[in-house]
């Protein structure tokens, strides 16, 4: 008789939210939340201008 090994699944379902910590948007001044912890010394943008900006950031300096 085979011996079926269990493979116990690893749930490892990391709850993907878009942002836990609450931050003000410098561009819109649009409360949000952003994924990682919000640096004081560095300007925090929302969602929508966080792609606006990422979108017209030159890709060269
Ligand atoms: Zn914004």
Redesign the pocket.
Known sequence: MEQKEERSEKSERSSESSGSYPAK??????E?TVPFKPDPQKKV??????A?IRKNKPKRF
């Open positions: 948007c410098s561009k819109c001044n649009k949000c943008y929302c969602r929508e201008c966080y606006e």
